[in-house]
């Protein structure tokens, strides 16, 4: 069985211009979730979606970033402008209802 | 509100030594419990969960943990370390409302260190 896909793994853009990040999910499940991770730090959540709705995007910054979930399984995560501080790694990651959760490699962002 | 800590930011224990990784949370109800681990630039590994039943957990690579309710505690454990335990690890806890309105936390993490 695939695990979740992420890309680009890496990414380095200038501040002020735009960037996404592309997750695949495991097949059948339901949840996807779309972290930030600082170094050293655990996960912070930014959105998370129950097939192709967002449930709870309270902590993501809506200014700026966006996310969607198109037909319940891939989704996208965009910035636009980078700032300085997105520099981190995305995580994203899917689950069954009250299961784990199974994270992908994630992409690690420098905004330069 | 929902929180989890980590007290720890560091573990070193030797080789072959048993360990402990402290978690402790808070939540209403009765928390979904998880552990993961996480090795240098890759994503995040499930060890092992609680959600109801036995509270000592068995999970992957050796380890497990007690769900201790009246301390609301879930420490992570392993009776023998290897060196190749070596890592990031993180208690993660949920709350146990119904889809759409959980909320699931990560602690802040403790990196273990075996040494050989």
């Known amino acids: 069985e695939a695990g979740v896909v992420q890309s680009p793994r890496y990414k380095i853009i200038e501040k002020k211009q735009p960037v996404a990040f592309w997750c695949n999910p495991i097949?059948?499940?339901?949840?996807l979730y779309w972290y930030l991770q600082n170094l050293g730090q655990g996960p912070e959540l930014l959105i998370r979606y129950e097939n192709e709705e967002a449930v709870d995007d309270s902590q993501l910054p809506k200014d700026r970033f966006s996310a969607e979930r198109l037909k319940g399984v891939d989704s996208t995560l965009k910035i636009q402008p980078a700032e300085l501080g997105d520099s981190a790694v995305y995580l994203c990651?899917?689950?069954?209802?009250?299961?784990?959760?199974?994270f992908g490699p994630g992409t690690r962002l420098t905004v330069l | 509100a929902q929180s989890v800590a980590q007290p720890e930011d560091q573990v070193n224990v030797a080789e072959g030594n048993p360990l402990t990784v402290k978690c402790t949370y808070s939540v209403s109800g009765n928390p979904y419990l998880f552990w993961y681990v996480q090795y240098p630039n890759r994503g995040l590994q499930f060890l092992l969960k609680?959600?109801?039943?036995?509270?000592l957990v068995k999970g992957s690579y050796g380890f497990e943990a007690e769900f201790n309710k009246s301390q609301t505690s879930f420490h992570l454990k392993k009776p023998s370390a290897l060196v190749s335990d070596s890592a990031l690890y993180f208690c993660?806890?949920?709350?146990?409302?119904?889809?759409?309105?959980?909320?699931?936390?990560f602690g802040t993490g403790t990196r273990l260190k075996v040494l050989a």
């Open positions: 993660a806890v949920r709350d146990p409302a119904t889809s759409g309105t959980y909320k699931y936390i």
């Open positions: 990651a899917s689950s069954s209802f009250e299961d784990e959760q199974f």
């Open positions: 097949s059948g499940h339901n949840t």
């Open positions: 609680y959600i109801t039943g036995d509270n």
